[in-house]
């Protein structure tokens, strides 16, 4: 394995940060590898926000579906999609009868912000530095574009907290479901239902024996804990606030 | 520059590939490295498409905006948003009156899929495999979706063209935006016109004398050339028809 591969494979998602801060240097490096980047046609349909105030964090602490954690980062990147700029600049070109950004331009947009944040992620890890991704950032439309100043052709599609791996780290790493049920050769492959069962099988095995939803299994406790929960719901109402903004 | 980094600094979008096929072993890397992403809730909510067979290659290099070059890839991985597997799941389970995914599910597997699929894009140039993303995928919902027998709770978020670099490679690195018009600290700084025009002043510089669509800027070139072209209304259109299906 060399060390590309090693690194991205002894990653693990970090909630517990050293209490240096992050270097200037190693900031730098995190920034850089994000901006080389693949991007759609070269355009940079993003823009990353380097959030360093401490009562922005523990704002986002809280409007991210209350996780303490989030504020004790170092410094949180959040990946914003952004047509804005391509916006405003086809009307300094006084292009004629500029359309609103479509769809396209928001996945777009989306795509080349995550792919720059994964790059930020991988960079970071070999520095020594761990993250965390907080999808939570999608919710909460009014508040956060209120928080960050967000204009109309934005939206924050990747949010991560970074900070050096403590000392007394004992990493452990979460099983991923096996191959056979994530990669397909060629077209699409429905599992049937012994299948699932198969996949799921070390999942019900580890689950606790009481939870409080009263599941009695795992497909049961994550529709509950996930799927049915109040910030899936309150993701699923901010996220189309957002793309009715974006593609007005 | 640590070799992590140097590796992601070095990457240039390839679509010329050596002759020889992907070995086994490294595809297998490459594949191990997108399974060991970060992913929401640890939920994997993606499945990832190994294309080899010839003939899908060709038609992909058709429905994916005529570029031939892609059926030229040693091998295609396309990575799905995938809430089916979860959605059949819950069934077998037997949980009460499930939901259809919503916008929040619809995300989040976008985001673990291009994340999953961008740390296959690092591990495979780490091992001197080039890679181009195709955003095209996510055109012509009716054929793709025949075409890669795609069930309903799926999107193609994210599509790579795989090889070898060839021997001869003169690698051209594209210039990216300055630092300053893509990284804020804190909260968004909308940018003026002055600070528009001096961030794209070098693409004004390096744009072409003349030009199929009569464009007297760059910014009347990229309008025409993408946001106003017809990819995008087709992509802006497919993308709905994909939403509409996923969430229903």
Redesign the interface.
Known sequence: ?????N???S?V?LRRYDSCEISNDDLE?I???A??????????M????????EK?KETLSETCDNQPFIKNAKVILIF?ADL???Y???E????EN??AP???????G??DA??A???A???A???GIG???I?DI?ENYEKHKE?????DY?FP??MITLGYYPKDMNKIY?E??D?Q???????????D?DE??N??KHKEEDMPKTNPYGAK????L??NR???ADF??E??RS??EW?KQFTK
């Open positions: 394995m060399n060390e590309v591969i690194t991205i494979n990653r998602s490096k920034i850089e590898s901006i080389k980047a693949p991007t759609a046609g070269n355009m940079m993003y823009s990353i926000l380097k959030i360093t105030d922005i914003l804005q700029k391509w405003d600049y086809f300094v070109c006084e292009v500029i359309k479509g769809m396209n331009d928001f996945m777009l989306i795509d995550i792919i944040c994964q790059n992620v991988v960079a890890e070999s520095l993250s965390c991704y999808g999608m928080l960050l100043n967000l204009p934005t599609a990747a979460r991923r479901f191959k049920y994530v990669v397909f050769e060629n077209t699409y492959k429905k599992l239902e699932l069962k996949m799921f299994n795992f497909g049961e994550i529709y996930k799927t049915n899936s719901f993701m699923d996220i189309k793309i």
